[in-house]
């Protein structure tokens, strides 16, 4: 057990940040005066971060380095992964971890989904590669309790909830990609009432392994006779071993026809599989025919939150490695030092160095508030109702493809930034940060791509109910800027996020203009710029929230406040004027994306 005598950070991420989030700024203890999640008090929810915290400790981030240098490979059918994933199941499922979430009918905690996603932080940070299994068990088998017959309740979720088996989502295929109007995955419904089950799905993370005893896989398939594109998918529980007449596990005729080797994120395996080949794969309905892709879009609207949540807890780890260098790495002398015989300072002393560092520190925490944000609101949906219900509800639709998609682009840059601190060093294996920039780069494409995304807000949240989600959005900006407006030390930044709210506000009626004049593709050519820009705004708001709770408290420590402080002040003199080339492409009436002949890209 060891990380080969690669440089590490010391650690990987700010437990007192983290903190500050929670009961701070967002006052996520407040949640548990609700009935739904009133068998927690404060002290559990400290507790369980603890507990996870020292599980990160002792089962992930020893094995960091372990797991990218020994990959998944296919050995007789079954693909092997690193020894250390059983301990990783076995604890979490002996501990609750897999069931935090879940509702107590089924044997869950029952816990806010803002402290499974504070946990879920600490988890990628420490290793992604090792968390992902626990991660898609927990996805699946909050499908499978939402949609899925109560029968099948008890034959997969307490065996799911142990950790003994695992579960995945079965969507991508080799002719579809992220269409999935064109699945041809098929089901064939047999007088058991079972489905037979036949294709292939490519790209399925930890589609099979050696760690657990049985993966089940929720996958998207068509049945015989059903309507073209998406109106006619349908969702299955399709195990890789099923339960014969008596109660023995055998073969389901699912077969790992290879696993893809990966620029990064190596620890855990992504199958390529076969159903079906010897006709004899079968699957369980889940719900109502036809009404798979709806289901499907709940566990990848979570997927879809914790993919930014990791982007931006790779980049924490990365964040504190380069921090670690920067602090030990002696080069050069400050400019204002001419004396060559003075001895060298730290290379944090150099202000390019501490812009780089501050550009990952905002970038992170910003990223790991908006991630927090999101879980919050999709606790506030399930314990409200009426327009409060629809209100939480719609703003977790709107700010979902934000979430996933501006982590998961500027870890790209954050990873980037701490290489550059290692300078050299960072380009080799004996250095962490490579490994991080590797890791991250997968996030821009799970779960929709970033274009994907951009498309969503655009083409559709923007939009959804005349506007609604936007209205709700901003009131909720407006009340942090109208409090920041009221502090000297937020004033100026409150104005600026202002104007820049009222220029969006102009920006998106123009692009509504667009649509109507030179119709849909010029309206969403630009949608991914729009979303970047989108982004940029919703971070700043995150700033201001966390100075505002600085200017309230009372009992905040002074140097933790002017940490805040520093780097919102950093986010909105550096990141927030990248707007202003965003703004000026999207207002162009120059569309050199459109209509483009492909010959002359070529």
Not at 363 to 389: H, I, P, T
Not at 532 to 553: A, H, P
Not at 570 to 599: H, M
């Amino acid at each position: 057990m060891s990380n080969n005598n690669v440089f590490l950070g010391d650690k990987y991420y700010s437990r007192e940040h983290l903190d500050f989030l929670l009961f701070d700024v967002l006052k996520a203890d407040t949640i548990i005066k609700y009935d739904y999640f009133s068998d927690h008090d404060k002290e559990a929810l400290q507790m369980y971060i603890d507990a996870t915290d020292q599980f990160a400790k002792e089962y992930l981030f020893p094995y960091v380095v372990e797991m990218d240098r020994k990959q998944p490979e296919l050995v007789d059918g079954r693909i092997r992964v690193h020894q250390i994933h059983k301990n990783i199941m076995r604890v979490s499922g002996e501990n609750g971890w897999i069931s935090v979430s879940a509702a107590k009918e089924v044997g869950g905690l029952q816990m806010p989904s803002v402290f499974s996603t504070a946990a879920s932080f600490i988890l990628g940070a420490a290793n992604y590669s090792g968390c992902v299994f626990v991660g898609l068990t927990m996805g699946a088998a909050h499908l499978i309790e939402v949609f899925a017959d109560k029968k099948y309740h008890n034959l997969y979720l307490p065996k799911m909830f142990s950790g003994e088996w695992q579960g995945t989502m079965a969507l991508t295929e080799p002719g579809a990609g992220s269409s999935l109007s064109d699945v041809v995955t098929t089901a064939e419904k047999l007088e058991d009432g079972s489905y037979k089950i036949s294709g292939q799905k490519i790209f399925i993370s930890c589609g099979d392994s050696d760690a657990v005893d049985n993966v089940v896989h929720l996958l998207l398939a068509r049945v015989k006779g059903a309507p073209a594109g998406t109106k006619g998918i349908s969702m299955f529980i399709v195990p890789r071993e099923r339960i014969n007449d008596n109660g023995v596990l055998v073969g389901n005729d699912v077969i790992s026809a290879g696993v893809y080797h990966k620029m990064g994120y190596k620890g855990a395996p992504i199958a390529h599989l076969i159903f079906g080949e010897n006709d004899n794969c079968r699957g369980a309905l889940v719900g109502e025919e036809n009404k798979g892709l709806s289901y499907m879009f709940q566990m990848m609207n979570e997927a879809r939150i914790s993919v930014g949540l990791h982007a931006a807890s790779i980049s924490s780890a990365a964040y504190y490695a380069s921090l670690k260098y920067a602090n030990e790495r002696l080069q050069g002398r400050k400019t204002t030092e001419k004396n060559p015989e003075l001895p060298q300072t730290a290379i944090i002393n150099h202000a390019d160095i501490k812009r780089l560092l501050l550009f990952q520190k905002t970038f992170v925490e910003g990223s790991l508030c908006l991630e927090l944000q999101c879980s919050y609101y999709a606790d506030m949906e399930r314990v409200s109702d009426g327009n409060e219900k629809e209100k939480y509800n719609t703003l977790l639709e709107l700010l979902t493809p934000v979430a996933k998609s501006y982590p998961a682009e500027m870890s790209n840059f954050s990873t980037s930034a701490a290489i550059q601190i290692f300078g050299g060093y960072g380009f080799t294996k004996d250095f962490i940060a490579e490994q991080y920039y590797r890791e991250t780069r997968i996030h821009a494409i799970h779960e929709g791509t970033t274009a994907i995304h951009g498309l969503d807000l655009l083409g559709r949240k923007v939009a959804m109910n005349n506007g609604k989600a936007v209205q709700y959005l901003m009131q909720e900006i407006m009340q942090t800027v109208g409090y920041a407006k009221q502090y000297e030390n937020t004033k100026e930044n409150a104005l600026v996020l202002e104007k820049k709210l009222e220029q969006l506000h102009s920006l998106t009626l123009h692009l509504m203009g667009v649509s109507q004049k030179e119709g849909i593709e010029a309206y969403l050519s630009d949608a991914t710029l729009y979303l970047e820009l989108f982004g940029i705004l919703v971070l700043g708001w995150q700033w201001l929230k966390m100075t505002n709770t600085c200017n309230k408290s009372t009992t905040l420590d002074n140097e933790f406040k002017e940490s805040k402080f520093l780097c919102c002040n950093y986010f909105f003199e550096y990141e927030i004027p990248k707007t202003e080339g965003l703004f000026t492409r999207l207002q162009s009436e120059k569309r050199v994306t459109v209509n483009v002949d492909a010959a002359l890209i070529d």
